[in-house]
């Protein structure tokens, strides 16, 4: 058999490592893209939202809760309503650090967005209420909000007296019977009132946000800016560990080191002396006031829902931020060690987040704040009457 030259073989050898190569440039795996990889990682179909069995849907009941939601005579003074705290268009917030009640009663937090709590099997900051139609039912006895006695609100909605300001309000006693007739068989108490609102607040659903339009294929629904943003807050930001999608909250408690505000009393927190041995008494404690027993809840409080972030400031459960860009700065402060939790330890996750010059990129925070307002979707809209009784239709 004839011998190939040393140069044939060199040559064999060049094309089968050149076959090799190409062959392992079109078999490597492409690296996923964030768009794949948020998809990869999160389930992102909230489905409808759950329905209690013993509180079914209904269009009737649904404009029942509405008008009970926006009349300010469920509450002693006659000028709160649910809906003077909770505004469908600032993110069903009220643009106030702490929002007041009656006679300028101050409450203890910011008020929170109604905004697709109907998902969530937590209310409130410190997540006292287990369903819509539990959280409800509080507002109306707060002393800090309506100050109201359910035996008072029960009579006007029967009657249409106001049994504290003397007024009489006769449309709303024939819309009212008519409605409750209607949908709870005329049955006037503090269940069906707090069932109605329930199932109001179950339609504050928000999606289609540019963020929605994105993740779905439409790569122009979102800015560069805010790509950027998605990229950090689903990277190195560590946002996304928290705020999950769909709704962008994993309805857990974190303690992320929120400074108190200089004003906050000692006498709003009561408990304060019998949790975990005791904490200062001007602090607020979060779930730990709810789970008394249990020192590793101080100064948790709700991670709450990202949608129509951009509408519901001030932010944080005392509103200590006014803008979004607070909001980052403080994350970035509390990640590099300057600033510490009034009371409790600092969440874990707090340690591993990255950003602008401690381990980031200098214009970090503000695309990140250019994302969240990517999450600003569909909203529901205050009824023409705004916040009135309800008037009976002519």
């Not at 009212?176 to 109001?200: C, P, Q, R």
């Not at 979707?377 to 009784?389: D, E, H, K, T, V």
Request: hydrophobic letters at 30%; aromatic letters at 8%.
């Amino acid at each position: 058999m004839r011998r190939r030259s040393g140069k044939t073989r060199n040559l064999i050898l060049m094309t089968v490592l050149a076959g090799s190569l190409v062959s392992s440039q079109i078999f490597k795996p492409a690296k996923p893209t964030l768009r794949e990889r948020i998809l990869e990682e999160f389930s992102l179909d909230p489905g409808p939202p759950p329905i209690p069995r013993d509180n079914p849907q209904s269009v009737q009941k649904v404009a029942l809760g509405e008008a009970l939601f926006f009349d300010p005579n469920l509450s002693s003074c006659g000028t709160i309503a649910c809906a003077t705290c909770h505004i469908p268009e600032q993110g069903f917030s009220d643009g106030l650090r702490i929002s007041k009640g009656c006679g300028g009663a101050a409450g203890r937090r910011n008020s929170n967005t109604v905004y697709n709590t109907a998902y969530l099997t937590h209310l409130f900051w410190d997540g006292r209420a287990r369903s819509l139609e539990e959280q409800a039912h509080g507002p109306i006895q707060d002393p800090a909000e309506m100050a109201n006695t359910w035996d008072n609100v029960l009579k006007y909605l029967s009657t249409g007296e106001h049994p504290v300001t003397g007024q009489s309000f006769p449309d709303s006693a024939r819309l009212y019977g008519k409605s409750f007739g209607e949908v709870f068989s005329g049955e006037i108490s503090s269940a069906t009132v707090s069932k109605a609102l329930a199932a109001y607040q179950r339609t504050a659903i928000s999606g289609n946000a540019p963020f929605d339009r994105w993740i779905e294929g439409d790569d122009s629904a979102l800015s560069a800016a805010q790509k950027r943003g998605a990229s950090v807050f689903f990277g190195r930001g560590q946002c996304s560990r928290c705020h999950s999608p769909p709704h962008f909250t994993d309805s857990d408690f974190h303690n992320v080191g929120v400074p108190s505000l200089r004003n906050q009393k000692p006498g709003k927190y009561p408990h304060n002396e019998r949790i975990c041995y005791g904490i200062p008494a001007d602090v607020d404690p979060g779930r730990a006031e709810v789970l008394q027993s249990s020192c590793s809840e101080v100064g948790k409080f709700k991670t709450p829902t990202l949608r129509n972030v951009e509408l519901s400031g001030p932010y944080m459960h005392n509103g200590r931020f006014g803008t979004l860009e607070e909001v980052l700065q403080h994350y970035w402060r509390v990640a590099r060690g300057t600033t510490t939790p009034p009371a409790g330890t600092l969440d874990e996750v707090i340690d591993s987040v990255r950003l602008t010059d401690f381990g980031g990129h200098p214009d970090d925070l503000l695309v990140l704040a250019e994302f969240l307002k990517a999450l600003t979707g569909s909203q529901l809209r205050s009824p023409g009457r705004g916040i009135a009784p309800p008037e009976e239709p002519r």
